[in-house]
T-cell receptor
Framework: SQQGEEDPQALSIQEGENATMNCSYK?????LQWYRQNSGRGLVHLIL?????REKHSGRLRVTLDTSKKSSSLLITASRAADTASYFC???????????FGKGTRLHILP | DTEVTQTPKHLVMGMTNKKSLKCEQH?????MYWYKQKAKKPPELMFV???????INESVPSRFSPECPNSSLLNLHLHALQPEDSALYLC????????????FGPGTRLLVL
């Protein structure tokens, strides 16, 4: 069963613009992670934000977490063609190793 | 080194075949995972091993049989699969020195004929 719901499901933007993806989840979490997947390959870990953190940055990535709304957002600034990929959020519960992925956002950067 | 390796990269098998997928990590991670991913869908958790013991089985059909021979290796034994089992099978690991971040292998693309 999927815990997270991303929106939008698909997003096309011009190169250089910012891309924002959102993730909502249902149960209490220990942390939330964002991953990138290029066309049917393995997933690459982007960033982890803990439940007691509100915002985190890594290069052109900015992640926010609102535990009261059970939601997170991923902002990619100054997008590049190489950012074209699927992006997934994944939630990690306190009590076990179960990590559940959201449905994902397919991002397409237009030249 | 944050590498998880998976073999084979591609596998074609008939419904009566028996095959195995292999996953290996040498990062000292305590937890290892199998996920199944269909096209344009998120990874779907199948099994989790923690300290070489099966800790989570997401009600996966018995034609999929996981095995963790040691702390670095994870196998997925396949028998009598159905065409709908065709998918990308992903292995991941995490824990101890690697913390909570999951590291994924490149996957095995399985086609069942």
């Amino acid at each position: 069963s999927q815990q997270g719901e991303e929106d939008p499901q698909a997003l096309s933007i011009q190169e250089g613009e910012n891309a924002t993806m959102n993730c909502s989840y249902k149960t209490s979490i220990n942390n939330l992670q964002w991953y990138r997947q290029n066309s049917g390959r393995g997933l690459v870990h982007l960033i982890l934000i803990r439940s007691n953190e509100r915002e985190k940055h890594s290069g052109r990535l900015r992640v926010t977490l609102d535990t009261s709304k059970k939601s997170s957002s991923l902002l990619i600034t100054a997008s590049r063609a190489a950012d074209t990929a699927s992006y997934f959020c994944a939630t990690d519960r306190y009590r076990d190793d179960k990590i559940i992925f959201g449905k994902g956002t397919r991002l397409h950067i237009l030249p | 080194d944050t590498e998880v390796t998976q073999t084979p990269k591609h596998l074609v098998m008939g419904m009566t075949n028996k095959k195995s997928l292999k996953c290996e990590q040498h990062m000292g991670h305590r937890a290892m995972y199998w996920y199944k991913q269909k096209a344009k869908k998120p990874p779907e958790l199948m099994f989790v091993y923690s300290y070489e013991k099966l800790s989570i089985n997401e009600s996966v059909p018995s034609r999929f049989s996981p095995e963790c021979p040691n702390s670095s290796l994870l196998n997925l034994h396949l028998h009598a699969l159905q065409p709908e089992d065709s998918a990308l099978y992903l292995c991941a690991s995490r824990g101890r020195g690697g913390g909570e971040t999951q590291y994924f292998g490149p996957g095995t693309r399985l086609l069942v004929l």
